[in-house]
């Protein structure tokens, strides 16, 4: 049983391209958590999402990010015109039953903004 | 509003014991966990509490919990330089969404 995967694990873009960052919960997971990490901190709730709906977007920013979660497919945490400051490691986690005590995290991905 | 604390850095000698503490503010966490995180990694769940538990004991690992201080503690017995990462403490959140709120970390370094 593989675990949550995500893809790419590290990312280069310009300042003004867009990044897209995926993840595959593990099998038979349908709630699908996003973190994210900035340099030198603990990680940071940004949306929970189940297959179709967004449940809790409170720590996403305002613009620029999305995120969305398809019957079919990976979860995919979007974010238009880059900046610096979204320089972080992007963590997805999954679990089996909403609420349930185990989170299963991804191994993230690496987003470098230049 | 939801806070977790921990002290930022502890160093050890092999073969001693470590112990992270950790604080929380949300008295009506149900769920309290200990993550661990080597450098360029993702997060490996070490071990959890429920919050009408006092103690919990895994292996070499130990977690206190003194519900009426919100202090969460994580004993590492006869440490090892493969123990060398940063531990993160987290609460559930209050509302059942499940997300999960962290301390920023704390590394421990383990000198041979």
């Known amino acids: 049983n593989a675990g949550v995967m995500q893809n790419p694990r590290h990312l280069v873009r310009r300042r003004g391209q867009e990044a897209r960052l995926r993840c595959s919960p593990m099998k038979g997971h349908s709630h699908v958590y996003w973190y994210r990490q900035l340099p030198e901190e603990g990680l940071k709730f940004m949306v929970y999402?189940?297959?179709?709906?967004?449940?809790?977007e409170s720590g996403m920013p305002k613009e620029r990010f999305s995120a969305e979660f398809p019957k079919e497919g990976p979860s995919i945490l979007r974010i238009q015109q880059v900046v610096r400051g979204d320089s972080a490691a992007y963590f997805c986690?999954?679990?089996?039953?909403?609420?349930?005590?185990?989170?299963?995290f991804g191994p993230g991905t690496r987003l470098t903004v230049t | 509003g939801e806070d977790v604390e921990q002290s930022l850095f502890l160093s050890v000698r092999e073969g001693d014991s470590s112990v992270i503490n950790c604080t929380y503010t949300?008295?009506?966490?149900?769920?309290l966990y200990w993550y661990k995180q080597e450098p360029g990694a993702g997060l490996q769940l070490l071990t959890y509490i429920f919050s009408n538990m006092d103690m919990k004991q895994d292996q070499r690992l130990t977690v206190l919990l003194n519900k009426k201080d919100k202090h969460l503690s994580l004993r590492i017995a006869d440490t090892q330089t493969g123990d060398s990462a940063i531990y993160f403490c987290?609460?559930?959140?209050?509302?059942?969404?499940?997300?999960?709120?962290f301390g920023q970390g704390t590394t421990l370094q383990v000198k041979p």
């Open positions: 949300d008295s009506s966490s149900t769920y």
């Open positions: 986690a999954s679990s089996l039953e909403r609420g349930t005590y185990e989170q299963y």
């Open positions: 999402l189940q297959k179709e709906n967004i449940i809790d």
């Open positions: 987290a609460e559930k959140g209050a509302d059942n969404t499940g997300k999960l709120i």
